[in-house]
């Protein structure tokens, strides 16, 4: 799993994953956008809930992720407007793990 700190815009439209292997070029791993929630039921999406510290994320499913490879993961913000901000995250590096269903001995493909 993979979560990090919000950030805490009006602006903030989610984030991107960015990942690569062996100081190869990033590459978009996953996009998580935020999502509008209407909780008192009155038509207006007024709750927002953005993926990251609170949410995190299973590596397995992001896209080019495989199971046994070393990578490097960061995450940049993007706003309502589609702009990324301009600097990456701190990085962090995994080796993805296979993912098991539960009662399952072989991993999900």
Same mark, same amino acid.
């Given at each position: &799993?993979?979560?990090?700190?919000?950030?805490?815009?009006? &602006?903030?439209?989610?984030? *991107?994953?960015?990942?690569?292997?062996?100081?190869?070029? &990033?590459?978009? =791993?996953?996009?998580?956008? #935020?999502?509008?929630?209407?909780?008192?039921?009155?038509?207006?999406?007024?709750?927002?809930? #953005?993926?990251?510290?609170?949410?995190?994320?299973?590596?397995? *499913?992001?896209?080019?992720?495989?199971?046994?490879?070393?990578?490097?993961?960061?995450?940049?913000?993007?706003?309502?407007?589609?702009?990324?901000?301009?600097?990456?995250?701190?990085?962090?590096?995994? #080796?993805?793990?296979?993912?098991?269903?539960?009662?399952?001995? =072989?991993?999900?493909?």
């Amino acid at each position: &799993m993979v979560a990090w700190d919000g950030v805490e815009s009006d &602006m903030l439209a989610g984030y *991107r994953v960015y990942s690569r292997v062996g100081g190869q070029p &990033m590459v978009l =791993a996953a996009t998580l956008p #935020c999502e509008w929630a209407d909780l008192d039921e009155d038509g207006v999406f007024e709750t927002r809930n #953005c993926r990251g510290a609170s949410f995190a994320v299973p590596i397995q *499913r992001f896209n080019g992720i495989n199971p046994g490879t070393s990578y490097e993961l960061a995450i940049k913000a993007v706003d309502l407007l589609d702009r990324e901000s301009l600097l990456y995250s701190n990085p962090i590096y995994i #080796c993805a793990p296979p993912l098991y269903v539960i009662g399952s001995r =072989a991993p999900y493909n």
